[in-house]
């Protein structure tokens, strides 16, 4: 969840580190957040390149980015136009 293109990832390795934040902006917004946020950090070559957040609970549901804020916000995108421009650009890299 960053608005930072992935082509340059493509074929590097990426590490994720987890951990579970008690006090997240998202626990302002989300009843589900009442236990904590699970924040996970992704990092290529030793460098932050991004990350998201869920809710520290048994939930089904979207992503949300480091700091609580939704696709839509994040992107200013509907998931499905985000969906559909994700295909247009990438689907024809992994054919």
Same mark, same amino acid.
């Given at each position: *969840?960053?608005?930072?293109?992935? &082509?340059? @990832? /493509?074929?590097?390795?990426? $590490? $994720?580190? %987890? @951990?579970? $934040?008690?006090k997240h902006? *998202? ?5 589900? +957040?009442? &236990?904590g $946020?699970? !924040?996970? !950090? *992704?990092?290529?070559? #030793?460098?932050?390149? #991004? #990350? @998201? ?8 549901g +979207? /992503?949300?980015?480091? &700091? %609580? =804020? ?5 992107? #200013?995108l509907? @998931? ?6 994700? =295909?247009?650009?990438?689907? +024809?890299? /992994?054919?």
């Open positions: *969840m960053q608005t930072v293109e992935p &082509d340059k @990832y /493509f074929v590097k390795e990426i $590490v $994720v580190y %987890g @951990y579970t $934040v008690k902006p *998202m626990q302002k917004e989300d009843r589900n +957040a009442k &236990d $946020v699970n !924040v996970y !950090v *992704m990092l290529c070559e #030793g460098n932050i390149i #991004g #990350g @998201y957040s869920y809710p520290n609970a048994d939930v089904v +979207a /992503f949300s980015s480091l &700091d %609580g =804020k939704t696709l839509e916000e994040v992107t #200013g509907s @998931y499905k136009e985000w969906q559909d421009n994700w =295909k247009i650009k990438y689907l +024809a890299t /992994f054919l």
